[in-house]
């Protein structure tokens, strides 16, 4: 069985859980030092640096793609997740959550992320250049979550199937399209990539 794990960082929580339990497990991150610490850990995983809009695997290769914590960080959502189900195999499945764009509670915490991002693009990086100069391998921080409505839209488009979860008390509760989602800030997606009718829809 292949798992990949996309932001896999320094391990915590899946290759540190799965790796000795026969799986072929890889993990990719765009941060050079995070995947370096996790091969000290882990020397023979497969591991590299790239990113989840351009994976560096063939069409069908996984059982499983796991994505946690990470979705907000990527730059282009939808592509990303285009690369998951090109990567996925056709009875495979994504486990991901995201950000919820049209949850209130999440547009004033990312309203204020935003103010603080200009700032620290006018004050903080121009100071920082001139005191330490070009960073070899810059942190990446870019958090933006993603409009649930236009990603169940997408999915539904594509005939694709998918439960929507979120964490009530340290459970899991699943939760249908009709209640109203945006009352939630966070949601895990399972998404069966057999239901696709074919590789065209993706695009
Ligand atoms: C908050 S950490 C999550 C780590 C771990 N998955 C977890 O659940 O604790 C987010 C990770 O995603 C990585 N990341 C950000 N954008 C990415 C992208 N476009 N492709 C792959 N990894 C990315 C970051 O470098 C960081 O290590």
New binding site residues.
Partial sequence: MKIL??????G???IDYLYDKKIDIYG????EK?INECRKKYPNSNLSV????NLSFESNFFDMI?????TW????FFK?IKEMFRAIKDDGKIIIDVMNADNEEMKKVFFIKCIKDIIKKIIYYPFSFFKYGRLKNP??H?EKPVSVAKFNRFLYDRKIIFKMFVFNEDNLKEINTNEKINNHSRLIYIIQKENILSQEVIN
């Fill in positions: 794990d996309i932001g896999s960082a320094t915590y929580p899946f990719i991150d765009v941060s995070l790239s990113s989840a809009e796991y994505c946690f914590h990470t960080h990527f730059e282009d990303s942190v990446i870019y």
